[in-house]
């Protein structure tokens, strides 16, 4: 069965899903509000705690012009410079051993997406247990090769890319030692619509790639994550905020904690729920079947009494002839006497 560990936690079909909570820009710049940010994270029993890993300079350059803006349209972030949104958004890197330190200390995985070398290089200085290649990293294969002969888990995000994409960075990972892969779908916008996460695409990504897959899910609400979990995701990424309304720049596509914390326990139990390939009565139903209609004498009667629909009737409990035999006994008469309550079976007609 294809799974992977993470920091000794495994991850795959047999396992409940892993919930990663994405704190990314959230902390609006404040170091003291990524720890608090932590703190709900683990409160809601989330299993991991994600960064990113860059710096202004290391994933864009201080430029202008259409091509280093984002869209006026776009419904987060229109206008707005490639270089000013990520120096709002991005986690100083003096900040990650404090907030790995919090993490670990309550019990959460913590690692992150590194955007160039010199963020593994740091990431691995930290014990990172796992890495993250992001959707528009995706086709940096010699950033996937980096990662991946650090000999830890890694996790790709496929936001945006075609099936030939998808193959070649899976092939990057593998040739660089890549042992343990998992690769989630996601639809790179913000915040996206869940008319356009295409779902019934996780077998195939599973067979396209041999790996565990999972989501990266930028939509509202928690509905999409456990409709993945019915298709087979076994990790579950959401983005988090201690206050959506609060503002922050990944916030409006983020969940709060009271969301994160039912997240973690519908995906568990959508799991549990998809049970076995099978049909059938399940152990819990056992009592169940004791209460099932059937044919019983529902007036006394006396032995040569014509069976009737006024003294047998289809009832519950089981015990009695089953309620279609009614056609066959209708017009019979009794063998014997029968006190109300009494099953019908055959001997008694």
């Known amino acids: 069965m294809t799974s992977l560990s993470i920091a000794g936690r495994r991850v795959g079909p047999d396992r409940p899903p892993f919930v990663v909570a994405e704190m990314s820009g959230n902390h609006d710049g404040s170091l003291e509000r990524a720890l608090a940010i932590v703190e709900a994270v683990a409160a809601s029993g989330a299993h991991a705690l994600k960064l990113q890993t860059y710096r202004p300079d290391t994933i864009t350059v201080d430029a202008d012009g259409p091509a280093f803006r984002l869209g006026g349209g776009h419904e987060l972030w229109g206008g707005e410079r490639l270089y000013d949104l990520y120096l709002r958004a991005h986690t100083p890197w003096e900040w990650h051993e404090p907030i790995f330190a919090r993490a670990r200390e309550l019990g959460l995985v913590a690692f992150s997406s590194p955007f160039d070398p010199t963020a593994v290089e740091l990431l691995e200085k930290l014990g990172a247990p796992a890495y993250k290649i992001a959707s528009s990293e995706l086709v940096d294969l010699p950033l996937i090769r980096l990662a991946a002969a650090t000999g830890k888990p890694l996790i790709l995000s496929t936001g945006m890319a075609t099936a030939g994409e998808i193959d070649a960075a899976v092939r990057a990972a593998r040739d660089a030692g890549c042992a343990e892969l998992a690769v989630l779908s996601c639809t790179a916008s913000y915040p996206a619509s869940p008319a356009e996460s295409d779902l019934r695409g996780l077998p195939l990504l599973a067979g396209l790639t041999g790996a565990v897959v999972g989501v990266s899910d930028h939509t509202p609400g928690i509905g999409v994550s456990l409709a993945a979990v019915a298709l087979g995701a076994c990790l579950i990424e959401r983005h988090v905020t201690l206050d959506r309304a609060g503002g922050g720049v990944d916030a409006a596509f983020s969940l709060e904690p009271a969301e994160l914390a039912t997240l973690v326990v519908e995906s568990e139990r959508a799991w549990q729920a998809l049970g076995e390939a099978r049909i059938g009565p399940s152990p819990s139903e056992r009592e169940g079947l004791r209460f099932r209609r059937s044919l019983h004498v529902v007036a006394d009667v006396r032995a040569g009494e014509e069976v009737t629909g006024r003294n047998v009737r289809s009832i519950r409990p089981a015990g ?18 029968a006190a109300a309550g009494t099953p019908l079976t055959w001997d008694l007609v």
């Open 320 to 337: 009695g002839l089953p309620p279609a035999a009614m056609t066959d006994v209708a017009g019979r008469r009794f063998t014997r006497d």
